[in-house]
């Protein structure tokens, strides 16, 4: 196993300690398990493009970490406090579209290249800012509309990007393109 997939398993493993520490309300701790997990992520598609070692295994565990991360947060910061159940229900409806998709076009044509967009990766960042600014905001008691704010841009591109990615799922099959 490769030092990306390693980071990568490593943020897997931190999953369920960041989500303990949001149960149980130590959100300064949960701020810097979250800030490791976001680090190892940066560090982990670095290192594999400086050192020619991108795998098919890191290409698909990065995402799904990512996945993973974003959602246990949402679901619990929404169970919990603040994030609200409509932001919820964007963010998994998206990924559940994709994930579909990609087991479409996979069970039609027998290979897929997951090949992220810019603006999913954008939409991404956006989304790991909205946990850290949520978590933030919970610490500090402060900061509502510039909370609200990212988490309305949040909401909107990863919207955006899910339109993107059906768009491009549809055009990869050659389907008619949406109106």
């Known amino acids: 196993m490769s030092l990306p997939n390693l980071l990568t398993a490593l943020r897997i493993l931190l999953i369920p300690v960041f989500v303990g520490l949001l149960i149980y309300e130590r959100h300064v701790a949960a701020a ?13 598609g670095m290192i594999a493009r400086r050192m020619h070692c991108q795998t098919r ?36 409806s ?18 897929i290249e997951i090949a992220p967009s810019r603006l999913g990766k954008i939409t991404t960042f956006l989304q790991f800012l909205t946990i850290l600014a949520t978590i933030l905001f919970l610490i500090a008691g402060r900061g509502f509309y510039l909370w609200r704010v990212v988490l309305l841009g949040a909401a909107f591109l990863t919207i955006l990007s899910g339109v993107q990615y059906l768009y491009r799922g549809l055009s990869s099959r050659g389907a008619s393109k949406p109106a």
């Open 32 to 44: 810097l398990v979250f800030s490791a997990a976001g680090i190892t992520d940066l560090l982990d």
């Open 57 to 92: 295994l890191g290409a698909f565990l990065d995402p799904t970490a990512d996945k993973l991360l974003s959602v246990s947060s949402f679901v619990t910061l929404s169970v919990k406090g603040p994030i609200p159940v409509w932001f919820v229900v964007i963010v998994l």
């Open 94 to 111: 998206r990924d559940v579209m994709i994930s579909l998709g990609i087991l479409i076009l996979y069970l039609t044509d027998g290979t």
